[in-house]
Nanobody
């Protein structure tokens, strides 16, 4: 019972920044752990970051730790992914995802654990 729509993707030079947004609607936005995944051509969808429903807990893939920041604004029912120091290897379609959670945690790291997905937004980083 949640719908997700990503936006904010685009073409950026290496070293640049982008902020992705995920607008959520549904029964209770605050009861979902929200995640970001990405998928490059010919590769499996991989975990990028997650945030608990309270925003008090976050998790990041090692490949983006220190460069990306996930956050959420409950008043706007929106999750963000601030991406700094972008590299060409960050090029992928980025997806917002949600999983129902009752314990304000970020235990979910695999794509199959997330029942709800947005349509994706393309991020291309040029060298």
């Amino acid at each position: 019972q949640v719908q997700l729509v990503e936006s904010g993707g685009g073409l950026v030079q290496a070293g640049g920044s982008l902020r992705l947004s995920c607008a959520a609607s549904g029964r209770t936005f605050s009861s979902y752990c929200m995640g970001w995944f990405r998928q490059a051509p010919g590769k499996e969808r991989e975990f990028v970051a997650a945030i608990s429903w309270s925003g008090g807990s976050t998790a990041y893939a090692d490949s983006v730790k220190g460069r990306f920041t996930i956050s959420r604004d409950s008043a706007k029912n929106t999750v963000y992914l601030q991406m700094n120091s972008l590299k060409p290897e960050d090029t992928a379609v980025y997806y917002c995802a949600a999983v129902r959670d009752y314990y304000d945690r970020t235990y979910y790291r695999e794509a199959y654990e997330y029942p709800y997905w947005g349509q994706g937004t393309q991020v291309t980083v040029s060298s």
